[in-house]
C-alpha cells in the first residue's frame, strides 16, 4: 500500500498550484472545475502528489495563522538559504532564517501565498 495524494482545501487553489509550479517545480497532473478549482499537482520526479482544491462544503484552515510545527509542506533542496532567498523574492514571507539542527540537517521555514508552511531541508542523512 501506498499514499496516493495529499488533500489541501484552501482559499485560491489556482494562485497557489501557479506559485508551487513556478518556484518550487511542481507539474499539474490534472484539473478540473469551472474555472479550475481543484489541481493534483507533483513533485518533479513525480513521487508526491497534492490535491489543492476549494470546496465550500468543509473548512479552509487558516494557514497563515496555523503553526508551522502543526502542518507544512517540505521540500528536498541543495542550498535551503538560497532557495529560501528566492522564494522570498517570489511572495514568500519568512518565518525562519536558514539553520543548522545538532543532527546536521539544515532547514528553514516560509509561507506561500496564502498562508501554507513550506519547509526547505537538507537532511545531513537522507530518507529515502
Not at 493534483?40 to 520526479?45: E, I, L, P, R, T
Not at 476549494?54 to 541543495?78: E, Q, R
Amino acid at each position: 500500500m501506498r499514499i496516493e495524494h495529499l488533500a489541501l482545501n484552501v482559499a485560491n487553489p489556482a494562485e497557489l498550484t501557479r506559485w508551487l509550479c513556478d518556484n518550487l517545480g511542481m507539474g499539474i497532473l490534472r484539473q478540473f472545475g469551472d474555472p479550475p478549482n481543484a489541481f493534483f499537482v507533483a513533485d518533479s520526479g513525480e513521487h508526491t502528489v497534492l490535491e489543492i482544491y476549494s470546496n465550500p462544503d468543509g473548512p479552509i484552515p487558516d494557514y497563515a495563522t496555523m503553526n508551522p510545527l502543526t502542518l507544512h509542506l517540505a521540500f528536498v533542496v541543495d542550498d535551503v538559504a538560497g532557495v529560501r532567498e528566492r522564494l522570498l523574492a517570489a511572495g514568500a514571507s519568512s518565518v525562519s532564517e536558514a539553520l543548522r539542527t545538532p543532527g546536521g540537517d539544515e532547514l528553514a521555514m516560509v509561507r506561500a501565498p496564502g498562508g501554507l508552511a513550506i519547509q526547505l531541508m537538507k537532511r545531513a542523512t537522507p530518507f529515502v
